[in-house]
Structures are given as C-alpha cells and as structure tokens.
C-alpha cells in the first residue's frame, strides 16, 4: 500500500493491476492523465447498500461497472471491469468518502477492438 498526501487528503493506494507502478501522488497522477488522456469512460455505481454504523460513520458497497476506451494509437487496452466499493465518513456535518476500495469481480483487457 502507498501513501498519497496533498495538504487536502490523504489517499492511501494499493494498486495491484497497474501497469506503470505508481509509487507517489505525482506518479499516480501522471499515471492516470496518460491513461485517460483522450480517452472515453464510463464509470458508473448500482444498487448501493449502505449501512450507518454511527452519527458519522457508514459502510456502502456500490455494485459497478467501469470502461475505459483509451485511443487506439495510445498503447494502452480497452478495459471493462465490475466490482464493489466504499465507506464514508461525516465531517463537519458533510458525508464524504473516507475509504474506497474497488475489489474487481472481473476485469477484461483489449487491444483488438470491433471496427477499429
């Protein structure tokens, strides 16, 4: 797990499927500009199931779906996944994420694409 710090958060990663490795929050986040640069995305969150343990803390699990349609000259594959995730926290009043994690059911990669 890698720590990610900004004077605004702290992201914590564990990134078992990347392909580059990112070990800081700068190459985490020119991992993702590569990846998604150019790209089309769809992320989308089903059928949430949340649970309030306190005032200010709740579990959720999100069933997902997520593609992400890099260009076809960009070097990197078309990936759809699915998958569940994340908790939440209330602070000042205001529930925001305070865990996310994305535990893929199935994750497809390819390069080969239909038309093109």
Not at 7 to 35: C, Q
Not at 87 to 101: F, M, P, Q, T
């Amino acid at each position: 797990m890698t720590l990610l710090h900004s004077s605004a958060a702290t992201l914590w990663v564990n990134i078992g499927e990347s392909t580059t490795g990112p070990k800081d929050r700068d190459s985490f986040i020119a991992s993702v500009r590569a990846h998604l640069d150019g790209a089309v995305t769809v992320h989308q969150g089903h059928t949430p199931e949340i649970t309030i343990i306190d005032a200010d803390h709740a579990t959720g699990i999100w069933a997902t779906f997520d593609l992400v349609e890099p260009p076809v000259d960009s070097g990197f594959p078309l990936l759809t996944g699915y998958g569940h995730y994340l908790d939440y926290i209330r602070e000042d009043g205001v529930w925001r994420i305070s865990r996310l994690e994305l535990t893929r059911i199935k994750r497809s990669t390819a390069f080969d694409r239909a038309g093109g």
